[in-house]
């Protein structure tokens, strides 16, 4: 089984130790899901972390005005 979801929020607590920034923030999810006799067996989720870094103003986003391209 595969399923596609999204959370969404505002950054009103501690997260990793970074004090709220009272952000809002979007997050996508992979998850799947094997079943064997009808009991989940193996679970493998994916998360856009990096994204919501970025979004949190925690990491920068390459491209964004005063980035420099290495190139």
Known sequence: MAGRLTMS???E????GT????R???????HFV???DGKAM?????RDDL?????LGLMPDPGQ??????T
């Open 9 to 11: 929020g505002a950054h």
């Open 34 to 36: 094997r079943f064997e």
């Open 13 to 16: 607590g501690p997260l990793m």
């Open 19 to 22: 004090p709220p920034t009272g």
């Open 42 to 46: 193996e679970h493998w989720g994916v």
């Open 65 to 70: 005005p005063g980035e420099t391209d290495p």
């Open 51 to 55: 994204g919501m870094m970025q979004q």
């Open 24 to 30: 809002s923030v979007r997050q996508y999810h992979m």
